[in-house]
T-cell receptor, first 114, second 111 residues
Framework: EADIYQTPRYLVIGTGKKITLECSQT?????MYWYQQDPGMELHLIHY???????EKGDLSSESTVSRIRTEHFPLTLESARPSHTSQYLC?????????????FGPGTRLTVT | QKEVEQDPGPLSVPEGAIVSLNCTYS??????FMWYRQYSRKGPELLMY????GNKEDGRFTAQVDKSSKYISLFIRDSQPSDSATYLC???????????FGKGTRLSVIA
């Protein structure tokens, strides 16, 4: 079973607040990803990282930022939450050198902005 | 046109049925074809993965890729209630490009 953790699992917060969603993995994977998933819709990649100090934006425009200071940790930050940010956020990781698409997902953070 | 199309269902079948889940795609450059299973309130988990074309079998699950028709399938034999989940197809070009996901098909297997 994959060892990738996300906290919090559920978050309800008011508009304008700063939020950090945490993601950690204990598998030593170099690649990490953040996806956004709305009900009945595709997973959309919002950020990814191929190693420490490497971050890239995905195909979905996002007002969030990420950092990768340690291999195991890939937090996502929203500086000012809005109701349009209400969604499920999934973190994933994969091992460099193996199939790039054998991604292991965390359980997700369900965010509601009121 | 979306790069990956997947019927969201829902699909409801009796226990023991053979289930066929499908995706079509438009980009002939895709080389990696994946199926993920997602239970309610959980993250997706990789079920099967195929590189290029052909079939792959793992227990009750068979993945097929038909690149000439740009069509992939996942077959589940002897379906069980524990197979009730959302099944997402996903595709990629090469090692350093992001995966493209379908919307997922919600499957219910009724005992």
């Amino acid at each position: 079973e994959a060892d990738i953790y996300q906290t919090p699992r559920y978050l309800v917060i008011g508009t304008g607040k700063k939020i950090t969603l945490e993601c950690s993995q204990t598998m030593g994977h170099d690649k990490m990803y953040w996806y956004q998933q709305d009900p009945g819709m595709e997973l959309h990649l919002i950020h990814y990282s191929y190693g420490v100090n490497s971050t890239e934006k995905g195909d979905l425009s996002s007002e969030s930022t990420v950092s990768r200071i340690r291999t195991e940790h890939f937090p996502l930050t929203l500086e000012s939450a809005r109701p349009s940010h209400t969604s499920q956020y999934l973190c994933a990781s994969s091992e460099l050198g193996r199939s790039p698409y054998e991604q292991y997902f965390g359980p997700g953070t369900r965010l509601t902005v009121t | 046109q979306k790069e990956v199309e997947q019927d969201p269902g829902p699909l409801s079948v009796p226990e023991g049925a053979i289930v066929s889940l499908n995706c079509t795609y438009s980009n002939s450059a895709f080389q990696y074809f994946m199926w993920y299973r997602q239970y309610s309130r959980k993250g997706p988990e990789l079920l099967m993965y195929t590189y290029s074309s052909g079939n792959k079998e793992d227990g009750r699950f068979t993945a097929q890729v038909d690149k000439s028709s740009k069509y992939i399938s996942l077959f589940i034999r002897d379906s069980q209630p524990s197979d009730s989940a959302t099944y997402l197809c996903a595709m990629g070009y090469s090692g350093n490009t992001p995966l493209v996901f379908g919307k997922g098909t919600r499957l219910s297997v009724i005992a």
